[in-house]
C-alpha cells in the first residue's frame, strides 16, 4: 500500500512539474526574444564584401573568398562564425586554417574546408556567415551576416553577399 501511494505521488509531483515548465514559444520566451531583438536593434550593421564573387577550391591562385569588411567606429579585432567551411588567415607566404569560429584583427578568408581538406563535391549546401565588430574592450559595435552558396554541378561557390533573415508577413513596418 505504501508503495502505489509513493508511486502515485511521485506521478503527481512530475505531472505537477511538468505542467509549470515554461512552454517553449510562450510569453516568457516572446519576452526575450523581444529584448534581444530590441538588443541586437541598438548595434549597426557591418558590411560583409569579397572582391571575387565566385570561388573553386581547383583556382590554384586563391585559397578562399578574401572578408572585406566595413564597419562604423575604430574595430579592434572582429569575431567570425560560421556553419560550415573554415576561416583562414595568410602570413608570410602561409595560409593557416583556424577553424570556423575565430577572433582576429588579421584579414580573413574563408574557405570550404572540412576536417582539413578541401571540399570539392556537393557536401555543402548554403553557408552562413556571422561577423561581430569589437571594440578595445572586446564589446560588440557592429554585426554583419553573408552567405555563400555552393554549386555542386560547376563546382562553384558563390558569394551571395548579406544573408537577411526572414520575417513574418504580418508585422507592420515602423
Known amino acids: 500500500m505504501k508503495k502505489s501511494i509513493l508511486a502515485a505521488a511521485l506521478l503527481f509531483a512530475l505531472l505537477l512539474s511538468a505542467c509549470a515548465a515554461p512552454i517553449p514559444g510562450s510569453t516568457p520566451d516572446l519576452m526575450v526574444n523581444a529584448q534581444e531583438d530590441e538588443m541586437a536593434q541598438d548595434i549597426p550593421g557591418l558590411a560583409i564584401t569579397t572582391p571575387r564573387d565566385l570561388y573553386s577550391p581547383c583556382m590554384s591562385s586563391m585559397f578562399g573568398f578574401e572578408l572585406v569588411l566595413n564597419a562604423p567606429g575604430d574595430p579592434a579585432s572582429y569575431t567570425y562564425v560560421c556553419d560550415g567551411g573554415a576561416f583562414c588567415t595568410y602570413k608570410d607566404g602561409k595560409v593557416t586554417h583556424q577553424g570556423n569560429n575565430l577572433t582576429s584583427a588579421e584579414k580573413v578568408y574563408w ?64
Open 111 to 174: 574557405a570550404p574546408v572540412e576536417g582539413g581538406e578541401y571540399v570539392y563535391s556537393g557536401e555543402m549546401d548554403k553557408i552562413l556567415i556571422s561577423v561581430t565588430a569589437l571594440d578595445q574592450e572586446g564589446k560588440a559595435i557592429a554585426r554583419g551576416t553573408a552567405a555563400i552558396e555552393h554549386d555542386p554541378e560547376g563546382r562553384w561557390f558563390k558569394f551571395t553577399g548579406e544573408a537577411v533573415a526572414s520575417q513574418s508577413s504580418d508585422e507592420t513596418p515602423a
